[in-house]
């Protein structure tokens, strides 16, 4: 099966700082990647599919990148409701496996 | 709007089983696959496998295959996720989540999860 990374685990920056969340397959996979934001206590939340196609509703500094094995999420500006947990996924191939997330702090 | 409801929490005792239930609104059960993702206590998100809504043919994760039951009533376009033989590391929050793309897919609607805690 395909292992999908993330990295790093955790991280803590300011408000307005640009974060970046790397997610690495152990095998190419075109762009069959997905990004979701988990909110603590709240249900996942489709971010990003197709690896760079932005979910309706979804503030644009949120974005994504990548092709192959790896793929990256970036938030231009962090704002505070942006404290979440963040979740890549590859879905082409089974079993579409999600990665072990990246929690954002602020600091 | 478009929304997945899901049935309310369960306790239960270890050796019981349960049925979660995941009914679709505002469109239509069969024309998406429906996906069924595990997370338990602090923990990430676990895929455990999906149902081919116009078939009602599932597909079990690996980790998933025996206990786990995956079924369709489209008359009340609602799905359902049995659990038998219950056990403490079941002990989790279930989703239910649309599939987008060919078959699985990724998840663009999400049920709000029911949980299940198996506890003596």
């Known amino acids: 099966d395909i292992q999908m990374t993330q990295s790093p685990s955790s991280l803590s920056a300011s408000v307005g700082d640009r974060v970046t969340i790397t997610c690495r397959a152990s095998?190419?996979?075109?762009?069959?990647l997905a990004w979701y934001q988990q909110q603590p206590g709240k249900v996942p939340k489709l971010l990003i599919y197709a690896a760079s196609s932005l979910q309706s509703g979804v503030p644009s500094r949120f974005s994504g990148s990548g092709s192959g094995t790896d793929f990256t999420l970036t938030i231009s500006s962090l704002q505070p409701e942006d404290v979440a947990t963040y979740y890549c996924?590859?879905?082409?191939?089974?079993?579409?496996?999600f990665g072990q997330g990246t929690k954002v702090e602020i600091k | 709007q478009v929304q997945l409801v899901q049935s309310g929490s369960e306790l239960k005792k270890p050796g019981a089983s349960v049925k979660v239930s995941c009914k679709a609104s505002?469109?239509?059960?069969?024309?998406?696959?429906l996906n069924w993702v595990r997370q338990a206590p602090g923990q990430g998100l676990e895929w455990m496998g999906w149902i081919n809504t116009n078939t009602g043919n599932p597909t079990y994760a690996q980790d998933f295959t025996g206990r786990f039951v995956f079924s369709l009533d489209t008359s009340v376009s609602t799905a359902y996720l049995q659990i038998s033989s219950l056990k403490a590391e079941d002990t989790a929050i279930y989703y239910c989540?649309?599939?987008?793309?060919?078959?699985?897919?990724?998840?663009?609607?999400w049920g709000k999860g029911t949980t299940v805690t198996v506890s003596s």
């Open positions: 989540a649309r599939g987008r793309g060919y078959s699985y897919g990724y998840s663009d609607v």
């Open positions: 505002g469109y239509t059960l069969t024309s998406y696959t």
């Open positions: 095998q190419g996979i075109s762009n069959y």
């Open positions: 996924q590859k879905y082409n191939s089974a079993p579409p496996a």
